[in-house]
Antibody, heavy 122, light 110 residues
Framework: QVQLQQSGPGLVKPSQTLSLTCAIS??????????WNWIRQSPSRGLEWLGR?????????DYAESVKSRITINADTSQNQFSLQVNSVTPEDSAVYFC????????????WGQGTLVTVSS | QSALTQPASVSGSPGQSITISCTGT?????????VSWYQQHPGKAPKLMIY???DRPSGVSNRFSGFKSDNTASLTISGLQAEDEADYYC??????????FGGGTKVTVL
């Protein structure tokens, strides 16, 4: 049974970098049949898929156009986890952030992490 | 990529059936059978209810069913129960190799 455990700060100052981590148990971040996603949710934007990484002989990255210039998703095989970085944050980036697993030709999200409320404020 | 279009709210009495629509484009819903539906209770993470248009994960009640025609997908909840009161979101894979969500539908059990 795959489980995802999120960690990271709940408060980030404007213009700084938001960093979150999602630790994986029950699967491998370098699995050839999994993909590792980040999603956020805010009252103004609803659920917004941010991007994902997956390994198919090499690492691949897909990002939402709306945030592509500011986000990075990385995998850490030594810790079996993946991370999200959002640069130059503004209050608009305040949201609950979720990590989730999808699969190879299995374009749905299951399971999800518990969610992390991130507030961008000085 | 624009969000998929869902009604803001749908309501029904216990035992009734309700249907939530999810309209996309020929680049997402209409192009792939990769439509999924999620249930979210307040303060909780979304829960997968339907995947690949009409398949149910293990443990999800058969009162939940999915369908797709052209650019519109739908989720039907039969035999509505109080525990079904929640927000529901559709999602679709897109031609840009991304995922797009609907705006969400609040289901109220009267």
């Amino acid at each position: 049974q795959v489980q995802l455990q999120q960690s990271g700060p709940g408060l980030v100052k404007p213009s700084q970098t938001l960093s979150l981590t999602c630790a994986i148990s029950g699967d491998s971040v370098s699995s050839n049949t999994a993909a590792w996603n980040w999603i956020r949710q805010s009252p103004s934007r609803g659920l917004e898929w941010l991007g994902r990484t997956y390994y198919r002989s090499k690492w691949h990255y897909d990002y939402a156009e709306s945030v592509k210039s500011r986000i990075t998703i990385n995998a850490d095989t030594s810790q079996n986890q993946f991370s999200l970085q959002v640069n130059s944050v503004t209050p608009e980036d305040s949201a609950v952030y979720f990590c989730a697993r999808s699969g190879y030709f299995k374009e749905y999200l299951q399971p999800w992490g518990q969610g992390t409320l991130v507030t961008v404020s000085s | 990529q624009s969000a998929l279009t869902q009604p803001a709210s749908v309501s029904g009495s216990p035992g009734q059936s309700i249907t939530i629509s999810c309209t996309g484009t020929s680049s997402d819903v209409g192009r792939y059978d990769y439509v999924s539906w999620y249930q979210q209770h307040p303060g909780k993470a979304p829960k997968l209810m339907i995947y690949d248009v009409s398949d149910r994960p293990s443990g999800v009640s058969n009162r939940f069913s999915g369908f797709k025609s052209d650019n519109t997908a739908s989720l039907t909840i039969s035999g509505l129960q109080a525990e079904d009161e929640a927000d529901y979101y559709c999602a679709s894979y897109t031609a840009s190799a991304t995922l797009v969500f609907g705006g969400g539908t609040k289901v109220t059990v009267l």
